[in-house]
Every structure is written in C-alpha cells, then in structure tokens.
C-alpha cells in the first residue's frame, strides 16, 4: 500500500486545526420530490400522499451545504442535467463553489421521497446526470487539490472506485459515506479510506453485524487505521479510531423530517475536524446540528448555521 495516501495520519498537524486544506465533495445533486403520507407505502399498495414539495437535495449537495453552513471551505463536484441550474443557485447561496460542477445535456437526477406520520421515511431514486461522471473530468477536478485536502464521497454518483483511488495517489484524506450501499461498491478499495460516515444499516451491510458494539469491532478489525463514525438514530452516535471509543447521546427534539439528518451529522463532522476539534466535542456539536435539522421540513434548507449550533 502506498504510503502517500495515509501520510495525513502521521502528519495530522497539516490538517487539524489547520484551517488552510480545502474540501471537495465529489457527489450527487438532485431534485426532491417530497410526499407527506401516512405510512410508507408496501408493496402493491396504491396510497393518496397529502402533499408534495420540491427540494433541492442530493446526498452531495446536502452535505455541501452542511460542511458550508457548518464553516468550512467547500467544492462541490459532479454533474448536471441542462434543468439544473436551480441546484447550482441553491449552493451558490450558501457559499459552495460550484466551479467544478459539469452541466450536460439531459435530466438532472432526483428522489421520491415519502415521509410519513411518524417522520421516517422512504426513498427512491434516480441517477440521471449523476451517473454520467468521466474518468478524464475527475482526474481535472482532482488535479485541482493537494494532499491533505479532504475529499467526501456517497455511493449516488458512478465511478467511484477510480475516484477514491485517485484521490488516495494523491494523498487525500477519503471520507466515505457508502450510501446507498450497492454492488458498485464491491469495486472499491476501501482500505484507501481514512474516515467512514455509517448508519446502523450501512454498518450492517459493511459488516454482517446489527449491534453496534460488533459493527465497530469488525470495522476496527478490517480498517484498523481509519476512523469510524456510526450513527444510531435515538440512541446517538459512536465514534471510534483504533481502540479509542466515544459515545454520544441523541439530544431530544419534536422530529418532523429525518431526511437530512445523516448529512447534516456528516459535514458537521469534517467541519470540526478541519477546526481541530476533540472527538467528544465534535460529537456533541453534530448531535445538536442533526437535531435542529430533523426538527424542520425538507432536506438542504432545515440544516442549521454554525451560529444556531454554537448558541451557548
């Protein structure tokens, strides 16, 4: 293994605390479609929803706006049908650079996304331009960073084995959110991650175990220089590098949409690594983000400012 891509490791005065190394988000931009029903609607059922609303969402836009609102330097990276522009304005907005963006001839990517009574919800989507990525533009976009610089990655884009391999040559910090978990995942590498953002579920397909204890024990064994954070819904979050364990406790709100929840927890996270933050401290920060967001409607505009998270 090339030691290049885990120099960041040995060196982390480069970037923690650093305040200087830039983040590119390699990732999706969607529209979604949101219906509020009753229940999420099973198989051969047909079911009257009671209202739709359009979002600009997208793992790698939300997460985007999550690492930006959360203050850190951010490029997003991906690609656009030629009805994207909408989606480009809403990053510009919030101070995403979008110069790496590729807008192409064709339909954007979006979701279906029911919530129901209970604020869980169930989603369904469509690649469109996201999985229209190119070997030749991802090398351009990376060429454009440094080692150190972080690169955060989903599983809603194509191509994605030869992003973390090329970022890992050149030495990025790979942080991997392997949502949704597909077979396009067993092409990856991903020995070359340096931070891996799970869910309960993603821990269980990663690893073959539901209890939390034993998805990390696994992960500890097979990626035993990388740091995880394992999210958990009601009962918090948990993260752990080598040994090293730190349990955060879910902070307690009236929960209207769960959808950003996840991304919001996310960019949060990188955000207060790139500020030199102690596990703990960071954890507890992107409870109280997470928890602000799934308390609102929608996906990018319920998560929260810095300045609502750090209110004493």
């Not at 983040?23 to 198989?43: K, M, P, R, W």
């Not at 994207?84 to 650079?97: I, W």
Request: hydrophobic share 40%.
């Amino acid at each position: 293994m090339s030691l290049r891509g885990r120099r960041w490791y040995n060196n982390p005065n480069k970037w923690a605390g650093g305040g200087f190394m830039k983040v590119l988000n390699y990732g999706s931009l969607n529209y979604d479609f949101v219906y509020q029903v009753d229940h999420i609607t099973a198989a051969g059922e047909t079911q009257a929803s009671e209202q739709r609303e359009t979002f600009c969402g997208g793992k790698g836009l939300n997460q985007s706006i999550a690492l930006a609102k959360a203050g850190a330097k951010v490029f997003q990276a991906g690609t656009v049908g030629s009805d994207g522009q909408m989606l480009l304005d809403e990053l510009n907005r919030y101070g995403v650079d979008t110069a790496f963006v590729r807008m192409i001839e064709g339909e954007t990517g979006h979701a279906v996304i029911q919530v129901d009574r209970n604020a869980q919800n169930g989603i369904l989507l469509f690649g469109g331009a996201n999985i229209k990525q190119s070997k030749e533009e991802i090398d351009r976009t990376l060429d454009a960073f440094e080692e150190g610089d972080f690169l955060l990655i989903q599983n809603e884009i194509n191509l994605l084995d030869d992003l973390i391999d090329s970022a890992f040559d050149r030495g990025m910090c790979i942080v991997c959110n392997p949502s949704p978990y597909n077979k396009a995942l067993e092409n990856c590498d991903f020995s070359k991650i340096s931070v891996f953002m799970l869910n309960e579920v993603e821990g269980f397909q990663m690893t073959g175990k539901k209890e939390p204890g034993k998805i990390l024990d696994v992960m500890a064994k097979q990626f035993p220089r990388a740091e995880v954070v394992l999210t958990l819904g009601e009962e918090g979050a948990v993260y752990q590098k080598g040994s090293v364990r730190v349990k955060q406790d879910c902070i307690p709100v009236k929960v209207v949409d769960t959808t950003a929840a996840g991304d919001t927890f996310t960019g949060y996270f990188i955000a207060g690594i790139i500020k030199g933050m102690r596990p703990a401290d960071n954890l507890k920060r992107c409870a109280k983000a997470s928890s602000i967001a799934v308390s609102r409607k929608g996906a990018a505009p319920s998560i929260p400012t810095k300045d609502e998270v750090d209110i004493v």
